[in-house]
């Protein structure tokens, strides 16, 4: 039952360490989409094939850590162009069920910017709310950009590498942001003049780019996270977790902020050589839905219609 379900894992998540709880948590968010992919498919099967295979690549990766950066190709992966679909990553072998893809650290981190992880809302969420726009926010407007005043040209370059869709005038949330950054310049809330423009590309780049993290109570951006294609059949998922001291010690250049959370990605399923790797842009809730009900949200958040096999 579900009462017998939640005491047991409330029993589960007091005895386990948080690195074991973070391990579990991914195994469970792979299965979750496995059982909604695979159909008939036995769940225990699923449980044992696919937590065993992630285990051993857990097991490798704290031998061989190697967080990629945005100028270093992921193994086993290239960076295409293809018709219809952008850049995309492509397997360059077989790539088994569970393997490690690549992990990688974050372009950058914006904490705090979630809707419910703050009190009294700034000056450009009060303007949304009195204009209507605030239910189509989901980040905290404020907050970002305080944020984006912070940042220098330096800070900000790597991230310019991502898609904004600045070309797409009929994508909903590259208008929303365009409107935030008006809203920003004309009530005096930047530091320095002439940067509305760096603002709404900003804001464009994080509503397209941007993975929420709970933890952080906010979002992260990464660079060859934001390569993945999205599909409502992936191949592939990630997880952020957070380094250990141990590992924050191999790495090279010390730690700063940016560097303590990694994203991991891995294979859902067997993936052959030259198939382009894919992940859902898409909270499992919302890969119940129907396909209509997807591709909207998708056109609306993402800027495109969703093609796939599951949409077709």
Same mark, same amino acid.
């Given at each position: 039952?579900?009462?017998?379900?939640?005491?047991?894992?409330? $029993?589960?998540?007091?005895?386990? #360490?948080?690195?074991?709880?973070?391990?579990?948590?991914?195994?469970?968010?792979?299965?979750? +989409?496995?059982?909604?992919?695979? !159909?008939?498919?036995?769940?225990?099967?699923?449980?044992?094939?696919?937590?065993?295979?992630?285990?051993?690549? $857990?097991?490798?990766?704290?031998?061989?850590?190697?967080? =990629?950066?945005?100028?270093?190709?992921?193994?086993?992966?290239?960076?295409? #162009?293809? #018709?219809?679909? !952008?850049?995309?990553?492509?397997? %360059?072998?077989?790539?088994?069920?569970?393997?490690?893809?690549?992990?990688?650290?974050?372009?950058? $981190?914006?904490?705090? *910017?979630?809707?419910?992880?703050?009190?009294?809302?700034?000056?450009?969420?009060?303007? +949304?709310?009195?204009?209507?726009?605030?239910?189509?926010?989901?980040?905290?407007?404020?907050?970002?950009?305080?944020?984006?005043?912070?940042?220098?040209?330096?800070?900000?370059?790597?991230?310019?590498?991502?898609?904004?869709?600045?070309?797409?005038?009929?994508?909903?949330?590259?208008? /929303?942001?365009?409107?935030?950054?008006?809203?920003?310049?004309?009530?005096? /809330?930047?530091?320095?003049?002439?940067?509305?423009?760096?603002?709404?590309?900003?804001?464009?780049?994080?509503?397209?780019?941007?993975?929420?993290?709970?933890?952080?109570?906010?979002?992260? +951006?990464? &660079?060859?996270?934001?390569?993945?294609? @999205?599909?409502?059949?992936?191949?592939?998922?990630? !997880?952020?977790?957070?380094?250990?001291?141990?590992?924050?010690?191999?790495?090279?250049?010390?730690? %700063?902020?940016?560097?303590? &959370?990694?994203?991991?990605?891995?294979?859902?399923? @067997?993936?052959?050589?030259?198939? =382009? $790797?894919?992940?859902?842009?898409?909270? +499992?809730?919302?890969?119940?839905?129907?396909?209509? %009900?997807?591709?909207?949200?998708?056109?609306?958040?993402?800027?495109?219609?969703?093609? *796939?096999?599951?949409?077709?």
């Amino acid at each position: 039952s579900n009462c017998f379900s939640t005491n047991h894992l409330r $029993v589960i998540a007091e005895i386990l #360490e948080e690195k074991q709880f973070e391990e579990l948590e991914e195994h469970l968010r792979l299965l979750a +989409l496995e059982a909604r992919l695979d !159909g008939p498919r036995q769940i225990w099967e699923a449980q044992a094939a696919t937590a065993a295979a992630a285990l051993e690549s $857990v097991e490798k990766a704290a031998n061989h850590l190697f967080v =990629v950066k945005f100028d270093q190709k992921p193994p086993s992966l290239a960076l295409e #162009e293809r #018709e219809g679909m !952008g850049r995309v990553l492509v397997a %360059t072998r077989e790539i088994a069920r569970g393997e490690l893809l690549f992990e990688e650290a974050p372009l950058m $981190v914006i904490p705090d *910017c979630l809707m419910d992880a703050r009190g009294p809302q700034g000056p450009l969420m009060a303007e +949304l709310e009195s204009q209507g726009l605030k239910v189509a926010v989901a980040l905290d407007m404020d907050v970002l950009c305080d944020f984006f005043s912070m940042q220098t040209g330096s800070q900000l370059a790597t991230l310019w590498k991502l898609a904004s869709l600045n070309d797409q005038e009929d994508y909903a949330a590259g208008r /929303l942001a365009d409107k935030v950054a008006e809203l920003a310049v004309a009530k005096g /809330l930047l530091a320095e003049f002439g940067r509305q423009a760096d603002l709404a590309r900003f804001l464009r780049i994080v509503s397209v780019n941007a993975h929420t993290v709970p933890r952080v109570r906010g979002v992260m +951006l990464f &660079f060859w996270l934001s390569m993945l294609s @999205h599909s409502c059949a992936p191949n592939a998922t990630y !997880g952020t977790h957070a380094l250990t001291a141990e590992n924050l010690q191999e790495r090279e250049g010390g730690t %700063t902020e940016e560097t303590l &959370f990694v994203a991991r990605t891995r294979a859902l399923c @067997h993936i052959a050589a030259g198939e =382009v $790797v894919t992940m859902s842009y898409l909270s +499992l809730q919302m890969l119940l839905s129907s396909a209509p %009900t997807r591709q909207e949200l998708l056109r609306i958040q993402k800027g495109f219609v969703c093609g *796939c096999e599951r949409c077709r």
